[in-house]
């Protein structure tokens, strides 16, 4: 009975760890012409700013970017939008 309540254990550890992602979601390059860019520049921010957010001090002013970086869902959703947008502005 023991072994099969650390096998359930173990099994629901790795599941949990799967199911959410640890590993922060920042942009890659997506094409040739962005390979010469920092990622400072693939997300949108300048030098200072990308330094900032990556100081490992959480700041309240810094959190809806946190966010908009780091949380895979909220990215891709973002991504998705802008990919949408520029289809619509293109079709108009």
Request: proline share 4%; net charge negative.
């Amino acid at each position: 009975m023991k072994k099969i309540g650390c096998f359930v254990l173990t099994s629901l550890t790795f599941l949990i760890g799967t199911s959410f992602p640890s590993s922060a979601f920042v942009s890659a390059p997506r094409n040739p012409a962005e390979r010469n860019m920092t990622q400072a520049m693939l997300n949108g921010y300048d030098e200072a700013t990308w330094a900032k957010l990556m100081d490992n001090r959480l700041e309240y002013a810094e959190i809806d970017d946190l966010v908009h970086n780091f949380n895979p869902e909220i990215s891709a959703a973002w991504i998705n939008y802008q990919d949408r947008r520029l289809e619509i502005i293109q079709n108009i």
